[in-house]
């Protein structure tokens, strides 16, 4: 196994258990599939050298995944709306 693999699987062990710590102590993520959160931060570590994660410490990785979820659970936000309460919102943010 080479060195680069080795860091990314420790990146992504990391990752890992901070997301299932995050989402344990919010009942807002339960909703949020953990393995696509981790399958998610497994494709950035491709873009990024998974270094960059081992050397943060603890506190700044979870604020860093904290965001992240906070993000999917935004974006899922509407999925639970009728057409008629989406019309409603999307008037509301125009400002009608």
């Known amino acids: ?9 420790t990146a992504i062990t990391r990752i890992s258990e901070t997301i ?3 989402m344990e102590r919010e009942n807002i993520y339960q909703k949020l599939d953990r ?10 570590l491709d873009k990024i050298y998974p270094e960059e994660i081992n050397f943060l410490d603890d506190q700044e990785l979870k604020k860093g995944i904290e965001g992240v979820i906070v993000v999917e659970v935004m ?5 639970d ?8 919102f999307a008037a509301g943010v125009a400002g009608r």
């Not at 060195?3 to 699987?9: I, L, P, Y």
């Not at 709306?81 to 409603?88: K, R």
């Open 75 to 79: 974006s899922h936000l509407l999925d």
């Open 20 to 22: 299932y710590r995050v």
């Open 35 to 44: 393995d696509e959160l981790i399958e998610t931060f497994s494709k950035l």
């Open 81 to 88: 709306l009728t057409p008629e309460e989406i019309e409603i």
């Open 1 to 9: 196994m080479t060195q680069t693999s080795v860091e990314k699987n």
